[in-house]
């Protein structure tokens, strides 16, 4: 699971089984949507975690995008005093 943060300050997140590969496709504009390459180019990986499986990976996805901006931030920072606040409230 990836986290990037495109040139407009927005928050991309996916999962991947090869990230080095699917960081070269969003490069070069592979994909359609929120990642199409003249919307939110350049950008710059920003997190970065493993999972035993894809679907472990697929799920903290899914997980995390549904969080705030300000719970993704902290992540990203690895602030785990702000997550556990965060983690109470809507997050």
Do not use: N
């Not at 969003?26 to 199409?36: L, P, R, S």
């Not at 970065?48 to 697929?58: H, V």
């Amino acid at each position: 699971m990836y986290i990037l943060r495109c040139w407009d300050g927005s928050l991309y997140v996916g999962h991947t089984d090869d990230l080095a590969r699917r960081l070269a496709q969003h490069e070069v504009g592979w994909f359609d949507g929120y990642m199409a390459r003249s919307r939110r180019h350049p950008f710059a990986l920003v997190y970065q975690a493993e999972f035993a499986t894809r679907d472990e990976a697929f799920q903290a996805e899914r997980k995390v995008k549904r969080w705030s901006r300000a719970k993704k931030e902290a992540l990203i920072r690895g602030d785990w005093v702000a997550m556990k606040r965060l983690a109470r409230g809507r997050c």
